[in-house]
């Protein structure tokens, strides 16, 4: 998971700061998490769903006194229900249901309108507070007629809210945006103040700083590869749409970190922008032949990093304009 920094600057300068990045990162992870925990109990939340559905269709009746004083027609009367209730369920599942109106009881937050102003003007929320408010308010029960199709997907998510522990995820989302989460800062000096205290200067500093670690050849190979949406991802992607099945062995992936550091030393250090050029370079070929190509399956090796980028990389003045 990443944040983009490029739009957050120091405050007053367009208004939100770098604690924004932060926040952002952590809601990201938030909802990163909750995602993969409704994976987990989706199947559990669909059965449970399921059933509270069948007792809103088919509600329970009190025992009828004969049943009590007579234990064979209380098992009758059971397993007549259970029939009953089995197909039911069949019909449910086969969707001949859900325009049926049913009566569902749901909770609905009693909490007053309100919004926060700041000098900025009116700001959106980015934490909902009206979930941080809603035990001092309180929940208010109801029942409304909705439809099965409606009443099924609503419990279902009712379901998945019970199953979900949301404090554990909240820990494990803070837990992982500080192991894995990165924040690409453009322009640093948007958001840091110059050395001599009197605030950034954008058309004077620099992008690099001397507070910050140049990027190295295992930062890049990580980049490459490892977030969700890496560059090799993105262009493996790219070139299937034309038929092409692209892959990187890795040693291509450590030559390609490589020249990227190499020019990045040599020239101006622009850091992971690097390696968008350095790819587009190696693939400009595969990629503007791709349609017309015989050998749909190609795999990019270190030799091939090698040629296509080894002239470039030698006449620094050219690789200045093209890297």
């Known amino acids: 998971m990443k944040v983009e920094a490029s739009k957050y600057t120091e405050v007053g300068y367009v208004g939100r700061d770098v604690e ?29 769903a399921e059933e509270r559905v069948l007792d809103l269709l088919l509600p329970a009746s009190p025992p009828h006194p004969a049943e009590l004083s007579n234990p064979a027609i209380e098992a009758q009367n059971r397993e007549q229900a259970s029939r009953t209730r089995d197909k039911l369920r069949a019909q449910l599942r086969e969707g001949k ?12 937050r009693s909490m007053p309108a309100f919004e926060i102003v700041s000098s900025q003007g009116v700001e959106e929320m980015d934490i909902n507070v009206k979930d941080m408010l809603s035990g001092f308010f309180g929940q208010q029960k109801k029942k409304r007629k909705m439809t099965v199709a409606e009443a099924f997907d609503y419990l279902i998510q009712e379901e998945e809210s019970r199953l979900i ?9 803070v837990e992982r945006a500080e192991q894995m989460g990165i924040i690409f800062v453009d322009e640093i000096d948007k958001i840091a103040g110059r050395e001599s205290g009197h605030g950034p200067d954008v058309s004077r500093e620099g992008v ?51 020249f990227a550091a190499l020019v990045n030393e040599q020239t101006e250090n622009i850091g992971a922008r690097r390696l968008h050029t350095i790819l587009e370079k190696v693939l400009d070929d595969i990629s503007f032949e791709a349609p017309e190509l015989k050998k749909k399956t190609v795999k990019i090796d270190a030799a091939y990093v090698h040629k296509q980028l080894a002239d470039i990389v030698k006449n620094q003045d050219l690789s200045r304009y093209i890297l």
């Open 20 to 48: 924004s990045m932060v926040r952002d990162l952590v809601e990201m992870s938030i909802d990163m998490i909750r995602e993969e925990k409704l994976d987990e109990v989706a199947e559990r939340a669909e059965q449970a």
């Open 208 to 258: 690099q700083r001397d507070e910050m670690t140049s990027l190295g050849e295992a930062d890049f190979v990580r980049i490459l590869t490892e977030p969700k949406n890496a560059l090799i991802k993105q262009y493996t992607a790219l070139l299937e749409t034309e038929g092409v099945k692209l892959s990187f062995s890795e040693d291509a992936v450590a030559t390609l970190a490589r």
């Open 97 to 108: 249901l859900d325009q049926r109106v049913v009566e569902v009881e749901v909770r609905e």
């Open 165 to 173: 522990d949301m404090d554990q995820v909240t820990r494990s989302a």
